[in-house]
């Protein structure tokens, strides 16, 4: 089902997150309360075809979302996998406008930053992909967003994260409509009113 913000995104919100740490705890918990909110969330195990290759189906989806929340977890920056679909999430963020929201669980944005620094050292940089994970991971834990050490438990994290979800979705709708329609402005504002009040 595609977005139900705008027709060139296949997903509102991709979840980006390192499947033993979070999976069967704050994920599976973000995942129901985004889709409990009528947000359309790619997750791995929950829209993946399967007997298809992971690699292409993964890049289609986080390219087609426009929004990926990232869950930093300790085992989050050991993950190939998790690494390599973050330095896509921060491509789209650079070139296509995809917003980004991390959620830090368990692990400091100093420490991704840390972590960084010291793990992809310069002299390791003629190898692109090393270069290209140092700076996903810097630019990553740069942006806004949630520190989970400065709340009592996820419950008090998930109630901000989908509202702000759907807060940019639906700006991102009437933008949509507002750009692609020959009403005037006050007869797409009721249409849009109308809609979201169902």
Avoid at 83 to 94: G, R, T
Avoid at 163 to 185: A, G, K, Q, R
Wanted: charged fraction near 15%.
């Amino acid at each position: 089902m595609p977005s139900s913000s705008n027709p060139q995104w296949l997903y509102d919100v991709f979840i980006n997150f390192r499947g033993k740490d979070t999976r069967g705890t704050f994920v599976s918990h973000l995942y129901a309360a985004l889709s409990n909110a009528g947000i359309n969330t790619f997750l791995d195990n929950e829209n993946l075809p399967k007997g298809k290759e992971l690699g292409p189906q993964l890049w289609r989806a986080i390219e087609g979302s426009q929004i990926a929340i990232v869950v930093f977890s300790p085992e989050y920056v050991h993950s190939n996998w998790c690494l390599d679909e973050l330095v896509q999430i921060m491509k789209c963020y650079n070139n296509m406008g995809q917003v980004v929201m991390p959620v830090f669980n368990g692990i400091s944005p100093s420490f991704i930053r840390q972590y960084a620094v010291e793990t992809f050292v310069d002299k390791h940089q003629f190898i692109k992909r090393v270069g290209e994970r140092k700076e996903a991971l810097n630019s990553a834990s740069d942006l806004s967003g949630w520190d989970m050490k400065n709340y009592s438990n996820e419950n008090s994290v998930l109630p901000l994260i989908f509202p702000l979800c759907i807060t940019v979705l639906c700006c991102s709708m009437l933008m949509y409509v507002l750009c692609n329609s020959s009403l005037p402005f006050t007869h797409i504002v009721l249409r849009y009113v109308k809609m979201k009040m169902g």
